[in-house]
């Protein structure tokens, strides 16, 4: 399947069940709109990730099959292991685990 960004260049992809989840780069994407989003075999937009606030973009690289920690107390516990999510960080520091399936956030925590 040949992929097309829909602003800037992608950056990540993986497949995830059914669908391709796409992070574009946040160079010059549209501010306040997700950066990364699902599509289904025929490039149909499934969901755009939530944003942890409006006008955020998320800008770390993903890191696949993991989900927060929330009752962490250290960086060596923060991420815990979860085929069914991933965790990137924003513009505005906040660090969200989201749902493979539906693109919302699962858990926030800001870590600046």
């Avoid at 800037?8 to 994407?29: A, G, M």
């Avoid at 989900?67 to 516990?77: A, G, L, T």
Wanted: aromatic share 12%; hydrophobic share 35%; with cysteine.
């Amino acid at each position: 399947m040949n992929i097309s960004p829909l602003h800037t260049k992608i950056v990540e992809k993986k497949r995830v069940n059914d669908v391709t989840i796409i992070r574009e780069s946040p160079d010059n994407y549209p501010r306040g709109k997700s950066n990364i989003y699902a599509i289904n075999d025929a490039s149909c937009i499934v969901w755009f990730a939530e944003l942890p606030i409006t006008g955020d973009i998320y800008v770390n690289p993903i890191q696949w099959n993991k989900e927060i920690n929330i009752n962490s107390n250290n960086w060596n516990s923060f991420y815990e292991n979860d085929s069914d999510s991933f965790v990137v960080s924003s513009w505005n520091c906040f660090t969200v685990s989201i749902d493979c399936k539906t693109g919302k956030i699962k858990n926030k925590v800001f870590t600046k």
